[in-house]
Nanobody, 122 residues
Framework: VQLVESGGGLVQPGGSLRLSCAAS????????VAWFRQAPGKERDWVAS????????YYADSVKGRFTISRDTAKNTAYLRMNSLTPEDTAVYYC????????????????WGQGTQVIVSS
C-alpha cells in the first residue's frame, strides 16, 4: 500500500487542522493505521492508532481529547483531526500502516507516507 499525507500547514494557536492519509494499491481497512510526528531535533513520537476494524482508537496523552483518528472506507483515506493546537504540536506528521497491530511501536510499521508539515504559530 502507498500512503500520501496532506492537509498540513500554518495555523494559529487554538486553531484546527485535518490531516489526510490517502491510500492506494490496497484497501486501507485491511490495515491498522497510526499517526506519528517528529518535531525538529526530536525523535519521532506516536500520536494515535486505529484498529483494522475501525472500532478501537488509542491516543498519546499529549493529544488525548484534542485529536481524533478516523478512517473513511469509501475514500480509502485515514484522517487526523487536530483541535486546540499549540506550538508544541509543531512537527512533521506521518501516517503509517501495517497488516498487524503495532500500537505505538513505530519501528514495526512497514508502510509510511512522506509526511506533512504542521506549524502552529501566531
Amino acid at each position: 500500500v502507498q500512503l500520501v499525507e496532506s492537509g498540513g500547514g500554518l495555523v494559529q494557536p487554538g486553531g484546527s487542522l485535518r490531516l489526510s492519509c490517502a491510500a492506494s494499491g490496497r484497501t486501507l481497512s485491511d490495515f491498522a493505521v497510526a499517526w506519528f510526528r517528529q518535531a525538529p531535533g526530536k525523535e519521532r513520537d506516536w500520536v494515535a492508532s486505529l484498529s483494522k476494524s475501525g472500532g478501537y482508537t488509542y491516543y498519546a496523552d499529549s493529544v488525548k481529547g484534542r485529536f481524533t483518528i478516523s478512517r473513511d472506507t469509501a475514500k480509502n483515506t485515514a484522517y487526523l483531526r487536530m483541535n486546540s493546537l499549540t506550538p508544541e504540536d509543531t512537527a512533521v506528521y506521518y501516517c503509517a500502516a501495517d497488516l498487524a497491530w503495532h500500537g505505538s511501536e513505530s519501528h514495526l510499521y512497514n508502510y509510511w507516507g512522506q509526511g506533512t508539515q504542521v506549524i502552529v504559530s501566531s
